[in-house]
């Protein structure tokens, strides 16, 4: 257990405590949360998730429990349940899991589990309870948006690191290259940087630029080709990067600029807007209402961003109808784009962080279309 892959115990006792809080708030007898980025969040646990049951069980009142295979116990010693006042239940094949989590709680427990949790757990556990269970982010979203410091220091960290990769994208994106050679070596440099891995890496080329979820393929690079390159991957402990930028081998078509110009007034214009009090969905209006002002409305066809920490997608969402209220301490993307189906695409993509009176932008790379 290396201590950079884990935040002090201190700061899982505190979520731990809160969770209980915001349980009892919400009206729920607990939260049961299973492998995946709410258990990482709550006691800093990388754990997978099998078809043997593994579950931190957090009631309103009294002690936590972690519901454990006795064979997968070895994986506590990774996380900081041995540090916190964590009641360990362990259990062998045969007995019932399910049962196990539930117990000590009353007949009909109101709960709320994990988004992670798989339905082979879902199921039983509600079949046992006799009511759909709620989602945990219904609790866990207040702690998990607001980033303390020891999070938006790992973001700064990872924000950094990618820009480093964008830096060097001369050294492999060529005409000549194929998307999935030049992906490979940005993958490498992501890891080189500073990245525990490469959790996403998109180069899209020409008519692939179009298609804002296209990985990789086969596909050579032309010379004329406009490309969308959208990386990231998590830094220690556990915080992801994610940045675009859109790249060509010489100044495009005024067609083309045109377009890119506006766009980048767009992903402008919605980063200046954000501040505390402002709407998620006021963003999203920023950058749409200005793209569909220039003509291009029809060609941004996703919403302006998304929350990120643990999981790179992650709320708040920037979304038209969220109208969540932004606070200090939220982390999320602003990446418009505008997508030509069959011809181009572009999209900026930087990730800002709410300050008390605007935001700060953790990526800082230039936001023109880089002439290579
Ligand atoms: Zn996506
Ligand atoms: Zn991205
Ligand atoms: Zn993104």
Redesign the pocket.
């Known amino acids: 257990m290396t201590s950079a892959s884990r935040f002090d115990s201190d700061v899982y006792r505190a979520r731990v405590s809160r969770a209980a809080q915001l349980t009892r708030a919400a009206g729920l007898d607990a939260l049961i949360v299973s492998p995946g980025p709410d258990l990482r969040y709550l006691v800093g646990s990388r754990a997978e998730t099998f078809e043997r049951l593994t579950a931190l069980v957090i009631p309103a009142a009294g002690v936590p429990k972690l519901v454990v295979a006795r064979l997968e116990t070895a994986s506590l010693r990774e996380s900081a349940v041995a540090d916190l006042d964590i009641d360990v239940a362990d259990w062998v094949d045969g007995q019932d899991a399910h049962a196990l989590a539930l117990a000590g709680l009353p007949a009909h427990p109101h709960i709320a589990v994990s988004d992670a949790m798989p339905a082979l757990h879902v199921v039983p556990i509600a079949e046992r309870v006799g009511a759909t269970p709620r989602l945990a982010t219904d609790v866990l979203r207040e702690l998990r948006m607001i980033k303390d410091g020891a999070e938006i220091d790992a973001l700064r960290r990872a924000g950094a690191a990618i820009d480093r990769v964008h830096a060097r994208m001369g050294e492999w994106l060529r005409p000549g290259r194929t998307e999935k050679d030049i992906a490979a070596d940005i993958a490498a440099a992501i890891v080189a940087e500073g990245h525990t891995g490469a959790e ?1 890496v ?1 180069v899209g080329s020409g008519p692939n630029g179009a298609d804002p979820h296209h990985e990789f393929s086969d596909r050579v690079v032309a010379p004329s080709d406009i490309v969308v390159i ?3 991957g998590p830094v220690e402990p556990g915080y992801n990067s ?3 930028r859109t790249y060509c081998f010489a100044p495009p078509p005024p067609e083309i600029a045109g377009a890119y110009a506006a766009l980048q007034e767009a992903q402008a214009r919605a980063v200046g807007a954000v501040r505390p009090g402002m709407r998620a969905e006021s963003i999203d209006a920023e950058a749409r209402d200005l793209l569909r002002d220039k003509g291009f409305g029809d060609n941004f066809i996703h919403r302006t961003g998304h929350g990120i920490g643990l999981s ?1 997608h992650e709320e708040p969402y920037i979304v038209g109808g969220n109208d969540l209220t932004l606070r200090p301490g939220m982390a999320f ?1 602003i ?1 418009p784009g505008v997508y030509f189906p069959g011809q181009w695409g572009a ?1 900026i ?1 930087d990730i800002v962080l709410v300050t008390d009176d605007g935001c700060e932008p953790l990526n800082s790379r230039p936001h023109d279309l880089v002439v290579l």
Do not use: K, L, N
């Open positions: 996403f998109i959208d990386i990231g994610d940045s675009t790179v993307s990446e999209r993509e």
